[in-house]
């Protein structure tokens, strides 16, 4: 054991000198992140607190409400967890820089491996802790359940994890074993990304919004039907919840005994097999993963689309930035397979509002179908600025260690970015009025509603990416072992936060203008002098902001790469 606590303490000691040796900065963003973290935990136990207690003041079908959310909450962060060390457990048990240390040490194969297991479980586990914590307080905050309720959420939550974590690595480990890490990795990722499409639609497609509406079902036996769908006996949410809500509805039961020593047999009896397993295919699979080549398929097809997307830009500097950026994200499995996710959220975003129930509305249908329109600007645009995090803002921090290329090539920093710019300018301005077009058209609203949302969004499109190109070279992190790590940094919630204030100023701007056309258009009436000031005083406000949007990040993104040596 000696041997296996030096190799956890490698990751404390990481901490440890990373926290004093940090730069002058951090701190702040320390403080902000912390800040933020605090706002977000606040916001999801309001918003949890609020949807149980109208669950508890609900007779009837309150408590089944308040399980059946219970349920499918551990059933969704298992399925997540699960997923989550498939991917993690293949970088730190195969493709991480030091094993090849860690393996020529004295320690032996199964103190590397359990050290690595130790590593995918909090690596796995700290985001949905979370997520998930303000939604268990809030279960605590409504219901009252007592301390023990609290002690088994701990110890038991523990298991769960470590169930999922002995799942996914299992899946890894006899992955890995039949094909090279490399292409496990590419494998993994698909299957993933096909999984949470299916995934989401099927969520999507169940409407879960009829829960809230009992009368849309035949009887209420049906309705409870509905309701208990996600529990099997089988299944370790299943337990852990039993177990909770005994605490919560107050009826301890024999059963709970079972539950808790189910949940802990499962988990130790899956870390055993994994150690077995271990020292017979663990090695193996590793030897197999230095050895592995990568092969390029697909040449062909990606060729010619390279000259379809290079032949308006010639064959000049920007050219070339953008050839080499499209051959990178088409040979990267992990990358370009995120598109199949891309439009499955289309799909579903433009089929929520397919589904709306406006007709339902004591409010007058045209007002209310032209307002919805003018919201979705805030949300299409919050899409936009989510899609850009993932893909715009780290396009910067994408270039890695050959950045230094760059800075020593004739290519100014102007240009380079520029290049960046325009290579996702285009696809963007796509997407966004794809997303304001498709959704006015099935909500059916005004023209002159249909013109304003059309113009602005492909404004603000210029602007949201010009955010993300720009912040993105302020905060550059040229130092990463997935590029997917870019994009939850300190940077990236900047960029979120501001984009997010960009698009809150533009629609406060333009909901005068628009509060003036509906009365107007409403009440059969014309627009006064006054009226025309404000409007127009509205819009020259919005192209300015606008303007300056696109314009300061580039420069501050210039000038901050102008400064890297």
Known sequence: M??????????????????SSAEPGARKKAIV?????????TLMFVLSSRVLSYFRSTEIIGDI??????????????????????????????????????????????????????????????????????????????????PLFYFDLFHLGLALAIIASAAGIFVTVVMVSIFPAQKTRDIIMIFMVFAVIALYLMFRLIRPERLVDPDTFFSIMQYVSVLEAPDHPFLPTN?????????????????????????????????????????????????????????????GFLDMAVRLMKKPMGDDDIGAILEKDVRIFFRDNTQWSQLLLLGALVAVYLYNFSVLPLERSAIRLDFLQNTVAFLNLGLASFVLASISVRFVFPAVSAEGRSFWIIRKSPLSIKRFLVGKYLIYIFPMLLLGEILIIATNRLLDVSLFMMILSSVTMFFSVFAIVSLGIGLGALYPRFKYENITQVSTGFGGLVYMIISALYMAVIIMLEAGPVYIFFNTDLYKRSITSGEWVMISGSFILVIAITLFTIYKPMKMGIEALKKIE
Not at 33 to 41: D, R, T
Request: overall charge positive; hydrophobic content about 55%.
């Open 239 to 299: 337990w852990i919840t039993d177990v909770l809500w005994s605490h919560i509805s107050r009826r301890e039961g024999e059963s709970n005994l079972l539950n808790i020593m189910l949940l802990w047999s499962t988990a130790l009896a899956l870390m055993v097999i994994n150690i077995w397993m271990a020292g017979a295919v663990y090695f193996g699979g590793f030897s197999k993963s230095q050895e592995a080549k990568r092969r390029r398929a697909g040449k």
């Open 33 to 41: 992140m912390i800040a933020v973290g605090l706002g977000f935990w």
């Open 65 to 146: 409400l308040a399980n059946y959310l219970l349920s499918m909450v551990f059933l969704t962060f298992f399925g997540l967890l699960i997923f989550s060390n498939i991917i993690t457990s293949l970088s730190n048990l195969y493709l991480s820089n030091d094993l090849e240390l860690c393996h020529s040490s004295p320690a032996s194969l199964e103190e590397v491996f359990i050290s690595r297991v130790i590593f995918t479980l909090f690596d796995s586990s700290w985001m949905v802790v979370i997520f998930g914590l303000p939604v268990m307080m809030a279960y605590g905050w409504v219901f009252k359940p007592g």
């Open 2 to 19: 000696k041997n296996l606590f030096l190799l956890l303490s490698v990751r404390i000691l990481a901490v440890k000198n990373g926290i």
